[in-house]
């Protein structure tokens, strides 16, 4: 809107120019149109102005809160908690806030987020460091003892704490799927986001973290491998997997 007032402006500016010439040439008989065009001209300019301002002020409020939004997801994981909802609630604010930061127009409000976002991946690496004690494949599973062997988180993850339902299911406790990809993949593949939510990883992409995440990798496999069910362990079926 603003570079159409902007043409309508100059447009009305060049017809008073081009009336000038005409007055000057004494093919007008007076100045009346120019002015009148000149007026036009800085009523256009104004209001491009004005519709420019708005703009920055949107583009502000929006790259604002999709900071905001990205810094909540941080507070939510910060302290490697392996808390299913906060997991989940923290995939989906980071996804509004990836929502948000697509309605930023401005050209130095969207080189801020950048610099920011590359900020935030950071953080969530260091949060997620496969060197770090505390990030194994049992962490993934929400246990509480993140030394645990594998087989064991996965069990206990479908044993129901006190006064939880006795049928409770490993899915209760562990990691979604769903918020890591979503959580991985804006730390590691920030041009690919189509719908995150609706993804997960790939069997391209768990071969890649072996190399990157061992313990996500491990993680990943074991889970496509086991189903834990009241405490113990059933192995897929090749229909299920």
């Known amino acids: 809107m603003k570079w159409v007032l902007r043409i309508l402006g100059w447009l009305f500016f ?3 120019f081009g009336s000038l010439i005409l007055y ?11 002015a009148t065009f000149s007026a036009l001209f800085g009523v256009f300019l104004n209001e491009s102005s004005k519709v420019a301002d708005k703009q920055t002020q949107r583009s502000k409020f929006f790259l604002e809160q999709s900071l ?6 941080i507070n939510l994981v910060s302290d490697r908690n392996n808390n299913r ?6 995939a989906r604010i980071l996804q509004q806030s990836l929502e948000l930061s697509k309605r930023i127009t401005e050209n130095e409000h969207k080189s801020i987020l950048q610099m920011e976002m590359d900020r935030y991946r950071h953080q969530l690496w260091e949060i997620l460091n496969p060197y770090n004690e505390r990030i194994t494949p049992a962490f993934f599973y929400g246990a509480s003892d993140s030394s645990l062997d594998i087989n064991e988180a996965a069990k206990q993850s479908s044993l129901p704490t006190v006064g939880e339902p006795q049928d409770r299911l490993s899915s209760v406790h562990n990691l979604s799927d769903k918020s890591l990809f979503l959580i991985w993949s804006f730390m590691e ?7 995150p939510l609706h993804k997960t990883f790939s069997q391209e992409q768990i071969k ?12 990943l496999e074991h889970k496509h491998t086991y189903h834990s069910v009241a405490g113990k ?3 897929l079926s090749e229909k299920d997997e």
């Open 24 to 34: 000057f040439q004494h093919k007008l008989t007076n100045v009346i149109p120019a």
């Open 233 to 235: 362990l059933h192995k």
């Open 208 to 219: 890649k973290l072996e190399l990157q995440h061992q313990p996500l990798y491990e993680y």
């Open 85 to 90: 909802r906060k997991w989940i609630s923290a």
């Open 189 to 195: 593949f920030p041009e690919n986001y189509a719908d």
């Open 14 to 16: 060049l017809a008073a």
């Open 68 to 73: 905001a939004g990205f810094e909540h997801t």
